[in-house]
Structures are given as structure tokens and as C-alpha cells.
């Protein structure tokens, strides 16, 4: 229910998360893919940078970036789908990782310890 819907000669295309980074002034588009990657992933995600290049960018913005992140990424279809100087469409491979259960709660305590710093911060403040 979070995939932004656009919609053009009665077809729906979903993308699975857009952001505006308001230091690049651009939009960011990225799509997750739970297999390896393929030339039709990299074609759909230059539909999406067009569409949003010629409907919704706004004065000011730089074009906007499609990342696609899937399970395995096959160079040769990155290199021969996109043109040679392509700029804003990437292609990564995301990595599945859980953190121990010992990291977990180091950082959890990193947290906790930065948050009583803050506070302690603010009341000498005030």
C-alpha cells in the first residue's frame, strides 16, 4: 500500500518507494526486486525516470534517480541495457544481513546513551 501508483492509457505501474531529496533537488525512485536483476527491471525503471523527468518535476529540480535493488545483479545486463554515460539509473545488489543479537544491543545502547546526552544537553539549556 506504500508503492506510488502512476497511471497512463488505462495502465497502472507501481513504484516501490519515491523519495525527494531535498540536497540533490531531485526525486529518487527505487524499485525492490526479491530475484536477479534483468533488462526488463532496468527498462521499467527508465519508464519511471521519463515519466517523472516529463510529468512532475518542477523548476530547479535535476533529474530524477532510479536505483534498483535486487537479489543478484548480472553486470553484462547492466552494461548492455543502459547507455554507456547513463547517469540516473543504477543498479545494486542488496545484501541480506541481521545483526547478531550482541550487535544488536550495542547499538540499541548507543542509542539510548546518545538520547541521554541530548536530554542532559537541553536541560542545561533551559
Do not use: W
Given at each position: ?13 507501481r513504484?516501490d ?28 525503471m ?30 553484462s ?50
Open positions: 500500500a506504500r508503492q506510488k501508483r502512476i497511471t497512463f492509457d488505462g495502465r497502472h505501474f513504484i518507494l519515491v523519495f525527494y531529496n531535498y540536497i540533490l533537488k531531485c526525486f529518487v525512485l527505487i524499485d525492490l526486486k526479491i530475484g536477479d536483476l534483468t533488462h526488463q527491471d532496468l527498462g521499467q527508465q519508464m519511471y525516470v521519463h515519466y517523472y523527468e516529463r510529468e512532475l518535476m518542477n523548476e530547479g529540480d535535476n533529474p530524477p534517480i532510479g536505483i534498483v535493488l535486487c537479489a543478484d545483479k548480472s553486470e545486463i547492466v552494461k548492455y541495457t543502459l547507455p554507456e554515460n547513463e547517469t540516473q539509473i543504477f543498479a545494486s545488489k542488496y545484501k541480506l544481513y541481521l545483526p547478531s543479537e550482541e550487535e544488536l544491543s550495542q547499538e540499541l545502547q548507543r542509542e539510548y546513551r546518545a538520547l541521554e546526552y541530548d536530554k542532559k544537553i537541553q536541560i542545561s539549556f533551559t
